[in-house]
């Protein structure tokens, strides 16, 4: 396929860009710079005032409370990263070289999960943790007691409908990266003599790498900002950023706040992505030059 | 059993039970919202005693329901429409041409996917709640469909591109070399060529924005969709309706995907590469 250079003044090039560049300078650029403008801004009695001050920020870096939010929210993103690519390496594995008669029909009822109702199938998981719900219900059936298990409304709950609902991120990711790996490379491992842990560890595994990596950067990212299981599943026991922004504009109608701390969410979403762009960079140049 | 024969078994072993685990992971609470929805009892506890058809009858006749349905419906339909349009012109932009400010172009493309879907509720709400004071409306469906294109369109994009990426496009030349204008070529040749990705980013859009609850609660207002209807309930305390609802919103969901392995089949038939599955 050939790429065509085009120029601005082209019609076809202005038809396909323009509609779509100005709603996302307008409904998305825009409004970051307002955050970043409101978050220099205080309110008095409920009330914005216009005042250019740095009383936000400072209050954002002085309390405690914040800081131990943002610790909470950065180690269960951690945490969740891990448990997704542990459970995402070998479905995606499976998907690309195994099971490939049923690779397809593997794929569409992931898909399928994924796209359902994101508060239902977090309602489902209360319904089945419930101290009255399916688990406990087979467990007693079982022999092994009533309320056997009380996971519900804790920290564990929070990060398995996390897991749940970013899964599939992983799976994709890492999938797209395993069968993009010649074929002939691992072959050639074989032919050498190579076991077949060796050849993933040394041949596969490597190759993966980017795809590996880029589906834990974005669930980490998307972590960050999870609301719903730590308030449906985690009972509210462990809050997390996003609760926290949410508080501040709905509960103490503090602009001001509210945008500050998405701000600080934003950072460390974009320096974690900054970070991965020059890591992943860094790998592929090596690889460029081991060639 | 020699080690080599061990080993493979149980990288085996441990790769389809992987697989296998994974799947039920994810069908557990769908498989158990399906159950519920079925009891008869007042009180979602298990095991079921009588099985009835109750709440979906209840359901029906909240008066909550119905105007959240066709808010659902009118918002992902009017989102996946703009998503979808605004998806094959940055597709085509990002792989088939070399322009200025290309990079940017790309990067404003995608941002919105990395971004947590709450954050950008809020920062959207925060602007809209500003243009509301100057123009005079405040949140509604409409500014919740502004939300759902912006979150969305980078989706259909990609899934497009993907489709573009694969594009022949010297049967574009003999078109032209035929005499066709530009808007012929692209109506007649490329649109046809990149239906199939044109109709998956159409479904995957629908859906994304159908189960949408992060921005549609950020932004719509006091209009509510189905999953904010739900999130809105199942606050107060879990009614029985509410697994029959999840049964109900499935359906679309398994209707598209249906859809788009057909279309996957028929195209795959066409370009005479032998479909996978089979």
Same mark, same amino acid.
């Given at each position: 396929?050939?790429?065509?250079?085009?120029?601005?003044?082209?019609?076809?090039?202005?038809?396909?860009?323009?509609?779509?560049?100005?709603?996302?300078?307008?409904?998305?650029?825009?409004?970051?710079?307002?955050?970043?403008?409101?978050?220099?801004?205080?309110?008095?009695?409920?009330?914005?005032?216009?005042?250019?001050?740095?009383?936000?920020?400072?209050?954002?870096?002085?309390?405690?409370?914040?800081?131990?939010?943002?610790?909470?929210?950065?180690?269960?993103?951690?945490?969740?990263?891990?448990?997704?690519?542990?459970?995402?390496?070998?479905?995606?594995?499976?998907?690309?070289?195994?099971?490939?008669?049923?690779?397809?029909?593997?794929?569409?009822?992931?898909?399928?999960?994924?796209?359902?109702?994101?508060?239902?199938?977090?309602?489902?998981?209360?319904?089945?943790?419930?101290?009255?719900?399916?688990?406990?219900?087979?467990?007693?059936?079982?022999?092994?007691?009533?309320?056997?298990?009380?996971?519900?409304?804790?920290?564990?709950?929070?990060?398995?409908?996390?897991?749940?609902?970013?899964?599939?991120?992983?799976?994709?990711?890492?999938?797209?990266?395993?069968?993009?790996?010649?074929?002939?490379?691992?072959?050639?491992?074989?032919?050498?003599?190579?076991?077949?842990?060796?050849?993933?560890?040394?041949?596969?595994?490597?190759?993966?790498?980017?795809?590996?990596?880029?589906?834990?950067?974005?669930?980490?990212?998307?972590?960050?900002?999870?609301?719903?299981?730590?308030?449906?599943?985690?009972?509210?026991?462990?809050?997390?950023?996003?609760?926290?922004?949410?508080?501040?504009?709905?509960?103490?109608?503090?602009?001001?706040?509210?945008?500050?701390?998405?701000?600080?969410?934003?950072?460390?979403?974009?320096?974690?992505?900054?970070?991965?762009?020059?890591?992943?960079?860094?790998?592929?140049?090596?690889?460029?030059?081991?060639? | 059993?020699?080690?080599?024969?061990?080993?493979?078994?149980?990288?085996?072993?441990?790769?389809?039970?992987?697989?296998?685990?994974?799947?039920?992971?994810?069908?557990?609470?769908?498989?158990?919202?399906?159950?519920?929805?079925?009891?008869?009892?007042?009180?979602?506890?298990?095991?079921?005693?009588?099985?009835?058809?109750?709440?979906?009858?209840?359901?029906?006749?909240?008066?909550?329901?119905?105007?959240?349905?066709?808010?659902?419906?009118?918002?992902?339909?009017?989102?996946?429409?703009?998503?979808?349009?605004?998806?094959?012109?940055?597709?085509?932009?990002?792989?088939?041409?070399?322009?200025?400010?290309?990079?940017?172009?790309?990067?404003?493309?995608?941002?919105?996917?990395?971004?947590?879907?709450?954050?950008?509720?809020?920062?959207?709400?925060?602007?809209?709640?500003?243009?509301?004071?100057?123009?005079?409306?405040?949140?509604?469906?409409?500014?919740?469909?502004?939300?759902?294109?912006?979150?969305?369109?980078?989706?259909?994009?990609?899934?497009?591109?993907?489709?573009?990426?694969?594009?022949?496009?010297?049967?574009?030349?003999?078109?032209?070399?035929?005499?066709?204008?530009?808007?012929?070529? +692209?109506?007649?040749?490329?649109?046809?060529?990149?239906?199939?990705?044109?109709?998956?980013?159409?479904?995957?859009?629908?859906?994304?924005?159908?189960?949408?609850?992060?921005?549609?609660?950020?932004?719509?207002?006091?209009?509510?969709?189905?999953?904010?209807?739900?999130?809105?309930?199942?606050?107060?305390?879990?009614?029985?309706?509410?697994?029959?609802?999840?049964?109900?919103?499935?359906?679309?969901?398994?209707?598209?995907?249906?859809?788009?392995? +057909?279309?996957?089949?028929?195209?795959?038939?066409?370009?005479?590469?032998?479909?996978?599955?089979?």
């Amino acid at each position: 396929m050939e790429v065509k250079p085009r120029s601005w003044r082209d019609r076809g090039l202005q038809a396909a860009t323009l509609p779509l560049t100005t709603v996302l300078m307008v409904f998305f650029l825009v409004p970051l710079g307002l955050t970043a403008v409101l978050s220099f801004q205080s309110t008095r009695y409920y009330r914005l005032v216009w005042t250019w001050d740095l009383d936000t920020w400072v209050d954002v870096f002085t309390h405690v409370h914040y800081w131990s939010i943002m610790a909470q929210t950065i180690t269960m993103a951690a945490a969740c990263v891990a448990l997704c690519i542990a459970l995402g390496l070998p479905v995606a594995y499976a998907m690309a070289h195994r099971v490939s008669t049923l690779e397809h029909h593997i794929t569409v009822l992931i898909v399928f999960a994924f796209l359902t109702d994101a508060v239902l199938k977090t309602f489902g998981w209360v319904l089945f943790l419930d101290r009255s719900g399916v688990l406990n219900g087979a467990l007693d059936a079982v022999g092994l007691g009533p309320a056997a298990t009380d996971i519900l409304f804790t920290p564990s709950a929070t990060l398995l409908g996390m897991v749940y609902n970013l899964l599939p991120y992983t799976i994709f990711t890492i999938y797209l990266s395993l069968v993009r790996i010649d074929r002939d490379l691992v072959l050639a491992a074989y032919d050498a003599g190579a076991s077949k842990t060796r050849t993933f560890l040394e041949v596969t595994l490597p190759l993966a790498r980017p795809g590996i990596f880029a589906g834990g950067v974005l669930v980490f990212v998307l972590s960050l900002g999870v609301f719903l299981e730590p308030k449906v599943m985690g009972g509210g026991t462990s809050p997390m950023a996003a609760e926290l922004i949410r508080q501040s504009f709905e509960t103490r109608v503090n602009w001001p706040l509210g945008a500050a701390l998405t701000l600080v969410v934003i950072t460390i979403g974009a320096g974690t992505l900054g970070l991965a762009a020059l890591v992943l960079m860094r790998l592929s140049g090596r690889r460029e030059a081991t060639r | 059993m020699s080690m080599h024969r061990l080993e493979t078994h149980l990288a085996n072993i441990l790769l389809y039970g992987s697989v296998a685990a994974v799947l039920v992971f994810f069908y557990v609470p769908i498989a158990t919202l399906i159950v519920f929805s079925f009891t008869e009892s007042r009180f979602l506890s298990f095991p079921i005693t009588s099985f009835s058809l109750r709440w979906y009858g209840e359901l029906f006749a909240s008066k909550d329901f119905w105007p959240a349905l066709t808010n659902s419906a009118l918002l992902a339909f009017v989102s996946t429409v703009f998503a979808t349009l605004f998806g094959i012109g940055g597709a085509i932009a990002w792989i088939r041409w070399r322009f200025r400010f290309q990079r940017a172009f790309q990067a404003l493309t995608f941002a919105p996917l990395l971004f947590p879907q709450l954050l950008l509720g809020v920062v959207m709400l925060l602007w809209f709640s500003v243009l509301g004071s100057w123009l005079d409306f405040s949140p509604s469906l409409w500014t919740a469909i502004v939300g759902h294109v912006v979150y969305i369109t980078p989706f259909a994009l990609i899934i497009i591109a993907v489709q573009v990426h694969g594009f022949d496009d010297t049967l574009e030349d003999a078109a032209r070399d035929a005499g066709a204008t530009g808007w012929e070529v +692209f109506r007649e040749v490329t649109l046809p060529l990149i239906w199939p990705g044109v109709v998956s980013a159409g479904i995957f859009s629908f859906l994304l924005s159908w189960g949408n609850f992060y921005i549609t609660y950020s932004l719509s207002g006091t209009a509510r969709t189905l999953p904010t209807f739900v999130f809105s309930g199942i606050a107060v305390g879990s009614s029985p309706i509410y697994p029959a609802l999840a049964t109900l919103t499935f359906l679309p969901a398994l209707l598209l995907l249906g859809l788009a392995d +057909f279309f996957r089949r028929r195209a795959a038939a066409r370009r005479a590469i032998p479909v996978k599955s089979e």
